[in-house]
């Protein structure tokens, strides 16, 4: 093989490299805010933000870092990874579930706090397919203590052939946790918020104090 035969097929291998990761990316398609959701099915319960990204991310945050950098200061942790209908725990402040559908296109997950109080922070639920991703973004999430959340997931996004991928994998990560312990990210504790019936007590309390002032007899100060 001549030198001119060799240099023009590591071209051409070159140049098919770039047209196959051009060809991976896909498209976002129907992709909505509402594909992942927790606590419920209503808007309120949608994810916050979402980015699409036509590579394979791995198990950090740079595929999606910068799409929410506005939304939270701090860097992102990894809390586990769901393969098939397991999940992998790197956070056991934690738990959680994962199961996907029959179709491989949707499914079910939930987390829940194991610790003794309140939590809130932000939550990344990046999902992976065979050649593109995309991630979902629950910003400023609170979670009760004890409390477990359950939501659901769905692929809508079109790989290179403009069909709904299936799934492959999903790392959960977080960030800017505040009020509890263990997952995470920047932030001091939060300021507790009392239960309604601590205020219910507090309100009482004060109704009690002013009936025991208003029955003190007033004192008349005598002239000398």
Known sequence: ????????????????FVLA????????????????????????????????????????ASSFAA????????AWNLMGTAQGN????????????FSKDA?????????????????????AFSMHTGDAGTAFLFDNQAIGAGQTLQGSWKIEWLNNADNIPNFSNMNLFSRDLSGGAGAGGGGGAAAAVPEPTTWALLLAGLCCMGLVLKRQPTRVKKNA
């Open 1 to 16: 093989m001549n030198k001119h035969t060799r240099k023009a097929r590591l071209l051409a291998t070159a140049a098919a």
């Open 21 to 60: 990761g051009a060809a991976q990316a896909g498209t976002i398609g129907a992709a909505s805010l509402d594909d992942v959701t927790l606590g419920g099915s209503a808007t309120a319960y949608w994810s916050d933000a979402l980015n699409y990204y036509g590579s394979n991310p791995g198990s950090d």
């Open 67 to 74: 799409a929410f950098a506005s939304y939270g200061g701090s």
């Open 86 to 97: 397991s999940f992998t725990v790197a956070n056991s402040a934690f738990n959680y579930s």
């Open 103 to 123: 179709g491989n296109k949707s499914g079910t997950w939930s987390i829940t706090n194991l610790g003794l109080a309140q939590v809130v922070l932000d939550l």
